[in-house]
């Protein structure tokens, strides 16, 4: 596609989207400049990523300032500018790559009243608040890509519209795009249990077949660890609650959403086990409280903890009115500000949250010799394959499984 022709759909979509004409004329202004760029390097309008790339390049050092990090936050928005333009030629739609505030999603009065029952059918499924929040805000999308598209009616949605939403994820990592197949699964088995579709393409739909163990999962060392606690504050309340929170996560391998539910009633102190209903797999689970997890748990609920009676749960923010801590915070500003305590570098390819500190509990037990059957059932997951993620960790035990190559394999 030319420029001319990308630009006069985008410039139409921009409006039709509620866009700030000042943001509408700043587009304008880019794409022009790339039209001239276009013309004098490659001598016609044609577009696509690459010819994209090459321009924010030459007229702004993009890739080389990016590389020594003295790109600035205003020229990285720039990409922007790219990728909806190389979304468009490709999808023919305005992909919603970077959410902005100032220009929300605004479904037309008949999908807005789809998305509504739908809300409303996921506010008692007993999903958990942070799966509900990925289902509402992706099916928003996928209605605002339908719309985009001309289907004025969910009855006309086909396997091959669905796979042309899933389509525009291309680049995302392949964790955004299987929240993206399972909130477009669950979306689409709603409208058919409401009679709004009549195929089932829910059952058509397909993840990519890449195994979660393709990853080696970030691992903490005995040192670094002994490091980020010694760093924690624990004459400070915040500090007594983090250090608490820390050691659930690092000994006992607790999920940060499981750490942040647990009530008083899930400890038996007198027989010292802790007993929860995991939040992820909804699974019993009873762990047996090592001295260490359980003083550091004491000591804050008895000089850390705010006096709030109002609520049985365990750990709470300690700023008024002292709630809960929020189901969408994952704490890893938390652990980030413990590591620059400790003076432990941050690296860009290393998990920092507490599911990092939940895989060391996986890996230490691998250490110590314990069954792959016995870990799954203390970590709480669905099955062995899962644990064997741990494995990747032990680089010993890795190099027990290498076999070596009868003689002449090769001759």
Known sequence: MTMKEITDGLKTLLSDNHYNPITIQFYEREWKKIQVFLLAEYGDEGFDMERGLAYLEKQYGFQTRYNDGTLSQQRVQLLRVVHMLEDYRLHQVLTR?????????RL?????????????????????????????????VFMDYLSQKGVRSVSAVC????????????????????????????????????GMVSANLASEIHMPTVSKKSKIPSVWTTEELQELLHAVDRTSPIGKRDYAMILLACVLGLRVSDI???????????????????HKTHKPLSLPIPDAVGWAVIDYIKNGRPKYYDTDVVFVKHMPPFDPLSDNDHLENRIICHMRKAGIRRDKNRHSGFHSLRHCAGSMLLEMETPLPVITSIMGHSDTDVTGIYLKTDLKKLSECVLSPPVNAYG
Not at 97 to 105: E, L, V
Not at 260 to 278: A, E, H, M, T, V
Request: proline share 2%; glycine share 8%.
């Open 108 to 140: 037309n009065p008949y999908y807005a009243g789809i998305h509504m029952g739908y809300c409303n059918a996921l506010s008692s499924s007993g999903l958990s608040k942070s799966t509900i929040g990925h289902y509402t805000s992706i099916s928003m």
């Open 159 to 194: 396997l091959d519209t669905c796979n042309g939403y899933l389509r525009t994820l291309a680049g995302y990592s392949f964790k955004t795009v299987e929240q993206n197949v399972c909130a477009i699964r669950h979306f689409l088995r709603y409208l058919q249990g409401t």
């Open 260 to 278: 942040k539910n647990l009530r008083f009633g899930n400890f038996d102190w007198s027989n010292k086990k802790l007993s929860i209903i995991q």
């Open 97 to 105: 790559r970077y959410y902005a505030s100032k220009n929300p999603i």
